[in-house]
């Protein structure tokens, strides 16, 4: 599930007389599916449902903006009705982080900053993501399930993307840090929102209605390359980066 460990960063950068210099304190989310892992979690779901086209179908429609987020997350959920339990098993075993999230973990954390991630996919899936890389900020929808097998439905309120904004103006309530210490990171329609709100927004591989209002816009294929979007921001306000990654 994890990509290769992490490269090494040197030490941070030094001033003039010598001193380390600063590093300012940010908060960076991430959206999950097609951001911080390759797939998108649903459609390994609807491969153990054979439904995998309709609901690829709709995601993708979802993505574009084409659709309303929460209407179109209950429709693929019900495609996934009587999908047993054990099949989320093997959806954990088949994700692949995107090349570079394990290194913009490492490298938000050695810079002493705080990182998230808010999906609007299944906590079922994230959570153990997020535990096996130490993130304890993560929010995501979760999937009811009955003598077994999933229902079809999700339980409490959908991540959608007033969700995922108002989840990074909390989380930056909590860490004591102001929204334009913030930076937002996603791919999908479902994330303008929190990209719109937060102090950098980036579109990583997106889509093209996601890469054409958001402030900043990586291509990938490594998702730590937005650090670079970040520095390039410090360094224009006067302010050099936290650190030179190799």
Do not use: Y
């Amino acid at each position: 599930m994890l990509d290769p460990a992490p490269r090494t960063a040197p030490a941070p950068a030094s001033t003039a007389d010598g001193g380390a210099e600063a590093p300012r304190r940010r908060l960076v989310v991430t959206d999950v599916d097609s951001t911080f892992i390759t797939a998108e979690v649903i459609e390994l779901l609807a491969d153990h449902a054979g439904t995998r086209a309709e609901v690829a179908e709709v995601t993708e429609r979802a993505m574009r903006g084409e659709l309303d987020f929460a209407g179109s997350l209950r429709e693929r959920v019900a495609t996934l009705r009587g999908v047993p339990v054990e099949a989320l098993t093997a959806v954990r075993e088949a994700v692949v982080l995107t090349p570079g999230a394990a290194d913009l973990v490492s490298e938000t954390r050695r810079r002493g900053w705080e990182f998230g991630l808010v999906s609007g996919g299944f906590a079922e899936i994230l959570g153990p993501i997020a535990a096996a890389l130490g993130i304890d900020r993560w929010r995501a929808n979760r999937l009811e399930v009955a003598d077994g097998v999933l229902t079809g439905r999700t339980v409490g309120p959908v991540v959608d993307r007033a969700d995922k904004a108002a989840t990074l103006r909390r989380w930056a309530a909590e860490c004591g840090l102001e929204m334009v210490d913030t930076v937002a990171v996603g791919d999908g329609a479902n994330d303008l929102d929190m990209i719109d709100a937060a102090g950098i927004g980036i579109a990583f591989a997106a889509k093209p209605l996601v890469r054409a209002q958001a402030p900043f816009s990586v291509d990938g294929p490594r998702l730590d390359d937005v650090l670079g979007v970040i520095d390039a921001v410090d360094a224009a306000a006067g302010r050099g980066p936290a650190s030179t990654r190799p």
